[in-house]
């Protein structure tokens, strides 16, 4: 596996489902690779067994073995096994099945051009209140400064936020203008951001480090510098950080 994965240059996985899907990935490579090769064999063999020097004359009645007939089934029942045996059980376990969100840190995600903000409720464990008419390139995520349940709200514009390792993560994707793709690359986490939509994904990092978020969909003319960073630490070190972060004024980014 380690092999396949450098030869599709993967990035090193840093979540809980991260090899499954890579192990999925690579049977798909493997099976499309073997069909290009046996397709591309049996071309140039039918090209030059029937070449016009030893068959002057057509055969008009063609191939008389059944072996292209078992080929395709074998290749079909293949696929289907793909589909039934990997990629479905995967889904289900992986990516339909949620945390409960009081076992999860729980970010909302907003994508903006060309930046990447993180919302989180604070250690009251309440949102503040949001609305769409707070809503600003300051304020992204439509915070009521009016509202006491916002005080102690996080929010990181455009800069660095931390994520404890070892814990489910619950990240609540939207979009402030146009449509945007939240992807975490070493997560193996890709989920469109949509504006007026808030559609949830999860995943748990299994690695300390700094990690990239990428913008997966074209979404103007700065989208390849879209970039985001988070930074996956030890349990003590995003108690401290969080504590600092709502300390400082909570709700950041609204004055
Ligand atoms: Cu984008």
């Not at 396949?4 to 996985?13: G, I, P, W």
């Amino acid at each position: 596996m380690e092999f396949f994965s450098k030869l599709l240059f993967l990035h090193e996985v840093a979540s809980s489902h991260g090899k499954g899907l890579d192990e999925l990935l690579i049977y798909v490579h493997l099976l499309m690779a073997s069909l290009f090769v046996g397709w591309l064999a049996f071309f140039v063999i039918a090209v030059f067994k029937h070449r016009r020097s030893v068959n002057p004359k057509a055969d008009y009645v063609g191939a008389r073995s059944h072996f292209s007939t078992y080929a395709e089934i074998g290749v079909a029942a293949i696929e289907g096994l793909l589909l039934l045996g990997f990629a479905v059980p995967l889904w289900a376990k992986s990516v339909d099945k949620f945390p409960e969100e009081k076992d999860a840190t729980v970010i909302q995600i907003m994508g903006q051009q060309f930046a990447w903000n993180a919302h989180y409720a604070g250690p009251d464990g309440k949102w503040g209140k949001q609305d769409v008419k707070f809503a600003s390139s300051t304020n992204p995520f439509g915070l009521d400064s009016g509202d006491a349940g916002a005080k102690d709200d996080i929010t990181c514009l455009r800069e660095k936020f931390l994520i404890p390792v070892g814990k489910e993560v619950i990240c609540k994707i939207s979009s402030m203008d146009v449509i945007h793709c939240f992807k975490l690359p070493r997560m193996r986490v890709t989920q469109d951001a949509i504006p007026g939509m808030s559609i949830p994904v999860h995943f748990k990092p299994t690695k300390v480090g700094d990690y990239t978020i990428t913008c997966a969909q074209l979404c103007g003319n700065l989208h390849s510098t879209m970039r985001g960073e988070f930074k996956v630490v030890e349990q003590a070190e995003f108690d401290k950080w969080f504590a600092e972060k709502a300390k400082a004024g909570g709700g950041g980014g609204f004055e």
